[in-house]
């Protein structure tokens, strides 16, 4: 099946640092790639939707100015959590859908990000 | 979307058939039921998706009623490795489109 990789697996930072998270589809193009965060004992929350050569979308609630989406490729997305605090501790997981595979999405194994 | 009911959590035997249910009383005619499983601390993972008939592949098989207002995902003979949330989730065909996750069903597969 298509393969989805995140880049790191896991990170700690400092409050007030910049966090960048890569997502990559390893053997196809991606037009359109997702973030998600999940709190612990949660369900998945939509981020936003990243988009190749165009500006992301946003889900209500989610900062554009912190969190960072860039989709420069169609390989590649990456999200910069900026200015982190301890609450934007969670799990960062990105995924994407093949062209060809239209009905599924593939997800990365995800990022866990704490912030001291 | 049309929202879905799981129940929070399941139980099962090694090696038993382990039957998830799921409720989708309001789903459009146009949508979808998807499964997922989210392993601990993993990325999801896709299972099954159909429509209106019952589906079959190597992972598991999906019953949807008649009146597609409930299904049941079926892992035939449960390992110890299906430990993990299932999500089913109502969806317009397209991986172009994004997933609203509810809770869950954590499935545990006792040995």
């Known amino acids: 099946g298509a393969v989805v990789s995140q880049h790191p697996s896991r990170v700690i930072c400092k409050s007030g640092t910049s966090v960048k998270i890569e997502c990559r589809s390893l053997d196809f193009q991606a037009t359109t790639m997702f973030w998600y965060r999940q709190f612990p004992k949660q369900s998945l929350m939509l981020m936003a939707t990243s988009n190749e050569g165009s500006k992301a979308t946003y889900e209500q609630g989610v900062e554009k100015d912190k969190f960072l989406i860039n989709h420069a490729s169609l390989t590649l997305s990456t999200l910069t959590v900026t200015s982190a605090h301890p609450e934007d501790s969670s799990f960062y997981i990105c995924?994407?859908?093949?062209?060809?595979?239209?009905?599924?999405?593939?997800f990365g194994p995800g990022t866990r990000l704490l912030v001291l | 979307d049309a929202k879905t009911t799981q129940p929070p959590s399941m139980d099962c035997a090694e090696g038993r058939a382990a039957n998830l249910p799921c409720n989708h009383s309001t789903i459009s005619g146009n949508e979808y039921v998807y499964w997922y499983r989210q392993i601990h601390s993993q990325g999801p993972q896709y299972i099954i998706h159909g429509l209106k008939n019952n589906e079959t592949n190597e992972m598991a098989s999906l019953i949807i009623t008649e009146d597609r207002k409930s299904s049941t995902l079926i892992l035939p003979h449960a390992t110890l490795r299906d430990t993990a949330v299932y999500y089913c989730?109502?969806?317009?065909?397209?991986?172009?489109?994004?997933?609203?996750f509810g809770k869950g069903t954590k499935l545990t597969v006792n040995p």
């Open positions: 995924s994407a859908c093949p062209p060809g595979l239209a009905e599924t999405q593939y």
């Open positions: 989730i109502a969806e317009t065909q397209g991986g172009s489109e994004k997933l609203v």
